[in-house]
């Protein structure tokens, strides 16, 4: 199994721009977290979605902050417009199930950079 | 509300020592508990977990005891090696949100 795939690995931009991470979990995963990683807050829970409907979106900072999920196999977390608070490590992790003993596995993480 | 505290790094040892990372919790009922590793560049891997008190959860010469009367779940590894060099995340989970400590940074040298 190639395990949770994220897209970009790296991505520069400028301050304004909008900016889209791209997620692809383990087939035949069912819930599919987005977590964002700085050096003030730690990891940070974003978004839940489980079977592709988002469960619990209370850690999306603000409205320039969107996710989808139009299928089991792709999800995209989408800023727009970025700022430089933005930059952080953000991880997509997905989990077959739905009880706490199920294991989440997560991507490499894309490293954003806002100037 | 629910929350993890883990040892502050970082933590410097050499190898064949023996290394131990303090995690209290606090949550409602009973949680699973976590701990996972990210190595430098990568994501996080769960490293072991256990589910019930006095559970005893272990993994490449890692262990960690579910200590309900204590709420911890310290991480312990009798003899570190330079690949042990990473960051170790506490975590517990009651449903499907995972709650993680700040991470402690580990290096083993040579």
């Not at chain 1, 790296?10 to 700085?38: A, D």
């Not at chain 2, 204590?70 to 449903?95: I, M, P, R, W």
Request: aromatic residues 12%.
């Amino acid at each position: 199994d190639a395990g949770v795939i994220q897209s970009p690995r790296h991505e520069v931009t400028e301050m304004g721009q909008e900016v889209t991470l791209r997620c692809k979990p383990i087939s035949g995963h069912n819930s599919l977290f987005w977590y964002r990683q700085t050096m003030m807050r730690g990891l940070e829970l974003l978004i839940y979605f489980n079977n592709n409907v988002p469960i619990d979106d209370s850690g999306m900072p603000e409205d320039r902050f969107s996710a989808k999920m139009p299928n089991a196999s792709f999800s995209t977390l989408k800023i727009q417009p970025s700022e430089p608070r933005d930059s952080a490590v953000y991880f997509c992790a997905s989990r077959g199930g739905t009880t706490p003993l199920q294991t989440q596995y997560f991507g490499p993480g894309t490293r954003l950079l806002v100037l | 509300g629910n929350s993890v505290t883990q040892m502050e790094g970082p933590v410097t040892l050499s190898e064949e020592a023996f290394l131990t990372i303090n995690c209290t919790y606090t949550a409602t009922g009973y949680p699973s508990l976590f701990w996972y590793v990210q190595y430098p560049g990568e994501g996080l891997q769960l490293l072991l977990k256990a589910t019930k008190a006095d559970d005893k959860g272990s993994n490449k010469g890692f262990e960690a005891t579910y200590r309900k009367e204590t709420t911890s779940f310290h991480l312990e590894k009798g003899s570190v090696q330079v690949s042990d060099s990473a960051v170790y995340f506490c975590a517990h989970t009651n449903d499907y949100k995972l709650s993680f400590g700040a991470g402690t940074t580990v290096t083993v040298r040579a």
